[in-house]
């Protein structure tokens, strides 16, 4: 029988790439991390970590035992969901992450109905972009994750995260200055029309930054990019001191729009923004919980 604190290390090693890292993530030394990966190595007979310059990375055996990991983790998750649906009072921590716009105008609210039904549930929030969250998500570092995806950019899922659709967004050009005349250009000549000016964008190796390049460039040019950041206030703000150009959803907007907005091309409008569990997590009452006050997070004016 192999020892699953063991092979949790080895799934860990998995997940986040280094020995450093999973000692950092669970407070150990490096030095007990590899100890421990080391006495598995014996357990299982064979070798699981083989050295590339100075890291390591699974073997084919290590990633064999790494998949029936998941799978007895994903059962233990389960067997605490049955558990905690069999207890009248909802208590422990739910941790969730999420973007930022979603994070300012979505949980609030969420905590708020959270709060009333389930006063004994701590809930830990952590602002954090989707491309990382997802990743801690699998790491177990969140129980449940907010995050977005932009038109023409699928990101497929691994197949031990579900994820539920929450709303599709609007998407909108967001204009330094008014036009002209609002209703005599098309969506792509209003784009080109700001071909010269500064833009404000999400930073590279995001998806946000993907969709908005593809965008420009299917109108014709590249665009100038002189401000990067997650913030979409800080997008805001600049299109309104003039400095920039932007691409903004209405969850920025605490109120009424601040600035002039044209729409975009077909099949370019709305984001679809959703949550990600894992598999063995999906029925767990907190879970469940967080995701119904969302959903009623959505619906109320």
Known sequence: MFDLHRLRLLRELKHRGTLAAVATALSYAPSSVSQQLSQLEAEVGVRLLEPVGRRVRLTEQAEILVAHTEAVLERLERAEADIAT??????????????????????????????????????????????????ALQARDFDLVLAEAYPGNPNPRPPELE???????????????????AHAESPVAALRSLADHPWAMEPEGTSARHWAMTLCRNAGFEPDVRFETTD???????????????????????????????????GQRTRRIFTVVRRGRSQHPAVLACRDALRRAVSLP
Do not use: N
């Open 163 to 181: 994820e539920e659709d929450l709303l599709d967004d609007p998407l909108h050009l967001a204009l330094p200055k008014p036009p002209d005349d």
């Open 232 to 266: 979409l206030l800080l997008h805001l703000r600049l299109v309104e001191q003039k400095h920039a150009a932007a691409f903004l959803p209405d969850l920025v907007w605490s109120g009424h729009p601040t600035v002039a907005l044209r729409q975009l091309p077909r």
């Open 86 to 135: 069999s207890l009248t009072d909802l208590t422990g921590t739910l941790r969730i992450a999420s973007f930022q716009t979603a994070a300012l105008a979505l949980v609030p609210t969420a905590l708020d109905l959270l709060r009333d039904r389930h006063p004994h549930l701590r809930v830990h929030v952590t602002q954090m972009e989707p491309e990382r969250a997802l990743s």
